[in-house]
């Protein structure tokens, strides 16, 4: 089993930076290839932010984020991180961290951190 746990989600104003964790554990860690940040507006079906390949570091951006949003992990492969910059109100919703063997095939997920950006 995969455990994901998120936090650093909360209120930011409009141009504004936040930086989410997710903390990786559990028994079948060495099966993830890729870990992604997805998130849900609102009214809206969830959407894909960004993704890395958890050994080799590729990562993945939505245009959506892309230049504002960066994805990273650390050396041990217990983290994945989102740092979000210049942030919109649009950007509002709960994001999910997410672990699975293929880009879009994701098996894992937390529990979610809810991200609100007031203009």
């Known amino acids: 089993q995969v455990q994901l746990v998120e936090s650093g989600g909360g209120l930011v104003q409009a141009g504004g930076s936040l930086r989410l964790s997710c903390a990786v554990s559990?028994?079948?860690?060495?099966?993830?290839?890729?870990m992604g940040w997805f998130r849900q507006a609102p009214g809206k079906e969830r959407e894909f932010a960004a993704a890395?390949?958890?050994?080799?570091?590729?990562?993945v951006y939505a245009d959506s984020v892309k230049g504002r949003f960066t994805i990273s992990r650390d050396n041990a492969k217990t983290t994945v991180y989102l740092q979000m910059s210049s942030l919109k109100p649009e950007d509002t919703g709960v994001y999910y961290c997410?672990?699975?063997?293929?880009?879009?095939?994701?098996?894992?997920w937390g529990q979610g951190t809810q991200v609100t950006v007031s203009s």
């Open positions: 997410a672990g699975g063997r293929r880009w879009n095939e994701y098996n894992y």
């Open positions: 559990g028994r079948r860690t060495f099966s993830i290839y890729a």
């Open positions: 890395i390949t958890w050994s080799a570091g590729s990562t």
